[in-house]
């Protein structure tokens, strides 16, 4: 094995340790491009003399620097609007039928990045307030990401981030711009929260979800990762919640635990509740674009 080779090991088993994210070999191009600011700033010349370093008893800071800035936090407002359109047109209002008596909904995005989908969530129970008057919904965010979580609290977005995904109206509406960017509204922000978690840690309270979005995270696992992500997901969603996952990913042959719902192509259920579902649904959806 080449020195190089042997570095981009040491480094890929330094994200996989952290996070249980595999940097396959065909992914291994970008460790140079990703950590090419981490070099300017500590004097780094190249993978090699990073490993050397990273080697080294008490470079604890360093390895979660390397870890940081080799996750990617790729996302933006309403990603995939098509999905979120299955949410507030479909999933939504069937957990509103569900949880008719408390009245509360709780829902948990694993692996939210720098928050813009937990604000976009938020976001589409503010512009339906007729539905939600009177309910109490908790959205919490986490991501193993100690820095996006920090950004994700803030609430607060560059001028680039806020034009992802929001209409004008939107921004408008829920956004006020600042000397430090564009800084999102309290009846936004009040219902979230954030925490610095890895989705294989136990999930986090109060453990049974009405709805858990995990998109776009699954990818980066080995087939044995995954499935023990899927059975976290499992362990953190109500037996009559949903699960949406990003395009590229699916239960199918992935987990025991989750099969398709009757509607949207990145939705599911518990395997329990699946069959009744399908019963309340059939024949009832509204016509929603699939992801």
Known sequence: MALEDASHTIIADLLNARTGQTLTESR??????ALSGLFREFGIENVDQLACMLERPGEHRLATRVVEALLNNETYFFRDHAYFATLANTVLPELAKKRANTRKISIWSAGCSTGQEVLSLAMTFCEQPGRWQDWTIEILGTDVSGKAIEQARTGTYSQFEIQRGISVAQMLNFFTETPKGWKVADKVLSMTKFEQRNILDYPPSPGRFDL???????LYFDPEVRRNAFDRLSGGIAPDGFLMLGAGETVVGQT???????????????????SSVGTVLSGSLPK???G
């Open 28 to 33: 291994r191009w970008r460790i140079s491009t």
């Open 212 to 218: 858990v979005l995990c998109r776009n995270c699954l």
């Open 256 to 274: 025991d635990k989750f099969e398709p719902a009757p509607f949207g192509s990145a939705i599911y259920v518990p395997k329990t509740a699946a």
């Open 288 to 290: 929603v674009a699939n």
